[in-house]
């Protein structure tokens, strides 16, 4: 079944009388589990209060592009970077035609344009309108940029009209949003990731990591299941919830994920190495706490196992890839991984930049294979798992075909 569940959705009200269908529609997408931040045209809080989607939405709503608190705090691009979807719900003849247009003159068509999150369009508006050539125009370049529509519905008008032009009604469109997210693409496969930092005991109390916050690993977990796939996280420790259908294992070692690996990989269509797997453990793990001692105390390091390696040398390997973290060179680096390793695929990041590195919750990368790539640029993780996925999925069809 299709849901919203740790989807960020910007909703966006223009000005209509279906407005007042929107606070219903806000209560749809939080059922269906998605958190909800509101914007509003001028227009819309002519005929629904925001404090009343305020209350619904649990959140503060977004009225003016301009507007100093927002813009110390989330401003409008932080709002569109913020959006795993955008809805627009009623979407007015005058919103399509500056959507169309490209305008960006208030907040909602700032964000719209800001974004690179899918956007799903609820038209709204008088029979007339709707049959206009000119909303027909709008229509079809919205939809060939990629722009989604759900609506309108036919029937009795608030204007005394029968046609065309009805907001489509709020369960639909919340349902419309949700299966956005469900594509089919990875249906009836098998996949295994791997996610967040390993730890490698010194002593009983102290031990060896990383920065890993396993957000692009969970991302992609979660981008696999709305792929359709029966999908396994081998989860390093992290602060984080598993996500919905998912089938979590916590490990701690690299050897213990490792092992883990292993014992799936026969099982297994797909393997995502995403985890920020320790190269190196210590030689030997004291039984007890190592005491505070001499200035310098040396410690022997031995290198630790190669997982996406081994899973890409095993008798019956699936689809691997990997992933490349690196502060420089970063597609050399990634290209001779790719390579060394016998890998399906590589994702390179650069790991040096804050914005999109370790616990950040947005990330830029490029996916390499043999004979082709594809760069995404910086967006949520949200987006650029599920731009993973697609690749992925387009290149398992392409091998199996």
């Known amino acids: 079944m299709a849901h919203l569940f740790n989807r960020n959705v910007v909703l966006g009200i223009s000005g209509g009388i279906a407005a007042y269908k929107s606070a219903e529609l806000v209560r749809q997408l939080k059922q269906l589990g998605a958190d909800v931040r509101v914007i509003m045209t001028r227009g819309a809080q002519e005929f629904i209060t ?81 049959r206009d050539p000119a909303t027909s125009a709008n229509i079809a370049t919205l939809q060939k940029r990629g722009l989604q529509l759900v609506g309108p519905g036919a029937g009795d008008q608030a204007c005394g009209d029968v046609g065309p032009g009805r907001l489509e009604d709020p369960a639909i469109i919340a349902r419309a949003a949700a299966g956005l997210f469900s594509s089919g693409l990875l ?19 102290r031990y060896i990591s990383n920065h890993s916050s396993g957000k692009m690993g969970y991302a992609l977990a979660r981008a696999a299941v709305d792929a359709g796939a029966q999908t396994i996280l081998v989860s390093g420790p992290v602060e984080l919830a598993t996500p919905d259908h998912v089938n979590r294992i916590d490990v701690q070692s690299a050897d213990d994920m490792l092992a883990q690996c292993l014992a799936l990989v026969a099982d297994c269509d797909i393997f995502i190495a995403c985890a920020a797997v320790a190269d190196y453990r210590p030689g ?64 390179a990041n650069d790991v040096s930049d804050p914005a999109i590195g370790f616990n950040s919750d947005h990330n830029a990368a490029t996916v390499l294979w043999p004979g082709g790539s594809r760069v995404l640029e910086e967006a949520s993780k949200a987006t650029i798992a599920r731009d993973i996925i697609r690749l992925i999925a387009d290149r398992v069809s392409l091998i199996r075909d």
């Open 50 to 130: 925001p404090l009343t989607l305020q209350a619904l939405s649990g959140r503060p709503v977004h009225t003016d592009l301009l507007d100093v608190e927002a813009e110390l705090g989330m401003g409008h691009i932080e709002l569109a970077r913020w959006a795993d979807l955008l809805v627009i719900a009623p979407a007015t003849a005058d919103l399509l035609a500056r959507l169309a247009a490209g305008r960006a003159d208030d907040l909602l068509t700032t964000v719209a344009l800001a974004t690179a999150a899918p956007k799903l369009l609820a038209p709204a508006m008088n029979q007339q309108m709707w």
């Open 284 to 347: 030997t793990i004291s039984t007890e706490k190592i005491k505070k001692g001499p200035e310098k105390i040396s410690l022997e390091l031995v290198r630790n196992p190669d997982i996406v390696a081994a899973v890409a040398a095993s008798e019956h390997s699936p689809f691997t890839i990997g992933f490349a973290a690196e502060t420089n060179d970063l597609l050399a680096y990634a290209s001779s991984k790719m390579e060394r390793k016998g890998l399906d695929m590589i994702v």
């Open 187 to 205: 249906a009836g496969k098998r996949v295994v990731i791997t996610a967040g930092p390993t730890r490698e005991a010194l002593d009983p109390v």
